[in-house]
C-alpha cells in the first residue's frame, strides 16, 4: 500500500536548496509508512526548513490554549509538576472513574487509553471474530492493526458523493460478505462526511446481529446537527446495544496530542476482560491531570466557547478555500477539509513543495487507500493560520 | 490472592481520628489489587493525612532533581512545553532509533513502550507458549498479565537463604515442568536479591531451548558487581540468546514513573512483529523528551554521579535499618529493603499505622504470592527521608 516515490519524475523548476529539502522530506515520509513523518522529524532533519503552519495536525490550537493557561496556572506555578513527573499516576480504572462522572456514564463502561489509538488496537484485536468492514479511505491503522487471520473487506466512499455513507448498501454488503465486525468514524477522517444521529442508530439497529461495532467520534466536537452546534455522542447506548464500541481522543478537540489521551466506552464484560489481564498502569501523569480538568465545569464551559468560536472559523476557512480555482473541496463536519487537486500536480509533490515553499504543512493522501495522489487533506487552525494556508495555496496554484 | 483484612481484629491503642483513617486506607488498598494504592488516591480520599515520606516508591529522587533542572531549563523556560503538550510525539520507530544511540544497540532490537509494563504486557500475551516459571516473591504483572491458556508455575525462593535463586534447582525444575519461559528480575522485586553475570550467563546457556526468557533490569542501576558501582546489563546478548528478552523501565532509576517511560530489548523478529500491528504512539511527547536526554552526555555524566551517591546512602540507610531491634533486614543490591517484622505485628498494620502516626508511607507485602502478611518494603529516599523513615521505624518498635 506504499507509494512509491520517484523524485526524477518532478519537473524541475525550483532552487537546489528547495529541491534538495523536498527530496529529503519524501524519504522521511517513505519512513513514516502510511503517516505522516511529525513535526519534530521535520525539524530535526531539515533544520533549515521555515516550518510556519502544521496544517497537517488536526487540532483546536484555542483549546490548546485553554489548556495551557490551567496548567500554568495549576502545574507549573504550583510546583506540582514535580509531583506528576515522579510519581506514579494513578491505575487505570481510578482515572476511569472520573471520566466516568465527567461522561454521565458508568466507570465499568471505560477503557482509559494511552491516546485512542490503545485502545483501538485493544479491540480490533480481542472483539474481532474474522472479518470486519472498513469504509476507505480511513484511519490506516483500523486495517493495518487487524490480527493476521482477519480479513479486511473494504467498503470505497466515493468522491462524487462526497463519500457520503449510504446505510442500505453498508447492510447489504455486511450480509453478503459475513461480516462480523464494522468500523465507522464519524465525522470520518479524512474526508470529513458526517452520518447523523438518526441514521447511525438505524444501522446499529439492523446490525444488532454484529460482534462488534467501532464508532469512532474523535471528531464529535467539530461536527452538528443544529445551530446550537451541539455534538451527538453514542457512549450512552453501550448497554443498549451491546456491540457498540465508543472510541475517542482527545488529540483533536482539546489539542494535546502529546499527552497521550483518549478512552473507548464498551460494554462492562469487554472492559473487565482487557484489563484483567493488563492496561494498568496506560495512563501517564499528565493525561491524568487532564482527565481530572475534563471533570470541572468552569474548563468545560470555556472550552465550549472555544470550541464553537473554532467551528465557526472553520467554516469561513471551508469558504474561501472553495473559492480558490484549480481544487475542489469537499464539504466536511470535522476540523479538516478534504481537496482534491484539479490542475494534474500529484499530491505529493503539491504538499511537500508547499511546505518547502511557504513552511505550509498539509497531509498528502497519496498513502490512503482509496484515494488517488490527487487529495491534500487540510486542517483547520487558528484564524491567522487560516490566513497564510489560504494565501499558500493561492501561491502554488498561481492564483 | 487478596487478602482479607479485618480491622476489629487489631487492638485499638490509636486515637478515634487516627483509627478512622487507618480503616480508609485498608478499604483503599482493597480496592488496589495487588499494588499499593498511589499517592494522589490517598491524599484525595484522605485530605487530614500528613504525608511525608513516600517509601513504597522505589526511585531515586536526586535523579528526579536532576531531570527536573533539565525539564525547567529546555522545555519550561523555553517555551518548548507548549510544543511538547500540542503536537503529535515521533512513531515508536524513530523513538527507538534515539534510543538505540544511548544503549548502543541496534534500534531493531527496540521496543519503546509506554513504562516497562507495555512491553512487559506485549512479551508475556505474544511470546509465551504453554508454562512461564516466576520466581515469587516478585512483581505480580508478571504472573497476573498471563493469557487464560498459559499455566504459571511459581519458583518461591526462601527468606532463610536470603531469596537467593540456585542455578540448578531453577533448570530442574523448568524440565521437570515443561516450562517453555521465565520470568527473572534482577535485582528482585521485592526482596532486592541479586544474579551476579557469571550466573545469568550460566543460566541463559543451559536454557537456550527454552521460547523466551525475560530479564526485568529496571532496578539494575542500583546494582554492582565491584566497588565501582558499574551496573551490569544483558542487552548486548538478543542476538547471542535470540529467546532472550530485556525489560527495563526508567521510572526508578531516572524517578520519572509519571512520565511513563520504558523499553525492552529483544530479537529483531520480534520487535517487527509487535509493530507490524500495533504500538504506533505510544509513547508521549514527555516520554520522548527524556529519551532525547538520555542521549546526552552532560545530562549521563551528571545523573551517574547522583546514582553512586544514592548507592551510596542506601548503604548507610541499610546498615541503620539492620541495626533497630525487632525486624530483620534481608541483602540487597536493589534501591529497597525487604523487612521482616518479628514482633508478631501483621503487616498491614505496621504499615497503615505508620503512615497515619508518622506520615511515612511503605510497602506492605500482604499481598505478594509467596510472602506472608509480616514483611514490609521500604525504598531507600534522599538521606533526609531515610532519616525519617529510620525514625518512624525506631517509633513503631518502641525503640
Redesign the interface.
Given at each position: 500500500m506504499k507509494h512509491d516515490f520517484n523524485a526524477n519524475e518532478i519537473v524541475n523548476v525550483y532552487s537546489t536548496e528547495d529541491d534538495l529539502m523536498y527530496n529529503q522530506i519524501l524519504e522521511l515520509k517513505h519512513?513514516?509508512g502510511s503517516?505522516s513523518p511529525?513535526?519534530?522529524?521535520i525539524r530535526e532533519r531539515l533544520p533549515k526548513l521555515q516550518f510556519k503552519v502544521?496544517a497537517c495536525?488536526l487540532?483546536n490550537?484555542y483549546a490548546?490554549n485553554l489548556?495551557?493557561e490551567y496548567?500554568q496556572t495549576e502545574v507549573?506555578n504550583t510546583g506540582r509538576?514535580?509531583?506528576?513527573?515522579?510519581?506514579?499516576?494513578?491505575?487505570m480504572s481510578?482515572i476511569a472513574k472520573k471520566l466516568g462522572k465527567a461522561l454521565g456514564v458508568s466507570s465499568k463502561n471505560i477503557f482509559v487509553g494511552?491516546?485512542a489509538?490503545?485502545p483501538i488496537?485493544a479491540v480490533i484485536?480481542n472483539f474481532v471474530k474474522k472479518r470486519i468492514l472498513v469504509n476507505i479511505p480511513t484511519f490506516s491503522?483500523y486495517y493495518?492493526?487487524?490480527?493476521?487471520d482477519v480479513q479486511v473487506v473494504y467498503n470505497r466512499l466515493l468522491p462524487d458523493n462526497d463519500f457520503e455513507i449510504s446505510i442500505d448498501n453498508l447492510v447489504e454488503i455486511i450480509t453478503t460478505n459475513e461480516i462480523d465486525s464494522l468500523v465507522l468514524i464519524n465525522p470520518n477522517n479524512p474526508d470529513g462526511s458526517y452520518l447523523c444521529k438518526d441514521k447511525i442508530t438505524d444501522l446499529l439497529e439492523r446490525l444488532r446481529h454484529l460482534e462488534t461495532i467501532i464508532i469512532d467520534e474523535s471528531f464529535v466536537h467539530f461536527a452538528y446537527e443544529s445551530d446550537e452546534l451541539e455534538p451527538i455522542s453514542f457512549i450512552d447506548m453501550v448497554n443498549y446495544f451491546p456491540n457498540l464500541v465508543v472510541v475517542k481522543s482527545m488529540?483533536k478537540d482539546f489539542?494535546?496530542?502529546?499527552?497521550?489521551a483518549g478512552y473507548a466506552v464498551m460494554r462492562e464484560s469487554r472492559v473487565t476482560r482487557l484489563s484483567?489481564?493488563?492496561?494498568?498502569?496506560?495512563v501517564?501523569?499528565?493525561?491524568?491531570y487532564f482527565f481530572d480538568l475534563y471533570t470541572k465545569e468552569d474548563f468545560l464551559s470555556e472550552y465550549d466557547k472555544l470550541r464553537k468560536r473554532y467551528i465557526a472559523e472553520t467554516k469561513d476557512f471551508y469558504k474561501e478555500l472553495s473559492r480558490i480555482n484549480g481544487i475542489k473541496t469537499h464539504p466536511t463536519r470535522a476540523n479538516f477539509i478534504l481537496i482534491e487537486l484539479l490542475n494534474g500536480m500529484l499530491a505529493d509533490e503539491f504538499v511537500f513543495r508547499m511546505l518547502v515553499r511557504y513552511g505550509v504543512y498539509t497531509r498528502t493522501c497519496s498513502d490512503k487507500i482509496g484515494l488517488g495522489n490527487k487529495y491534500v487533506r487540510v486542517a483547520s487552525r487558528g484564524k491567522e493560520e487560516n490566513a497564510r494556508i489560504i494565501e499558500a495555496f493561492k501561491g502554488m496554484l498561481g492564483e
Open positions: 519512513e513514516s503517516h511529525s513535526i519534530n522529524t502544521d495536525f487540532s490550537p490548546t489548556f495551557m496548567f507549573v509538576l514535580r509531583e506528576i513527573l515522579e510519581f506514579y499516576p494513578s491505575q481510578v494511552n491516546g489509538i490503545e488496537q484485536h491503522s493495518e492493526f487487524v490480527r493476521e488529540s489539542g494535546i496530542a502529546g499527552l497521550r484483567e489481564r493488563g492496561y494498568l498502569w496506560n501517564n501523569g499528565l493525561a491524568e
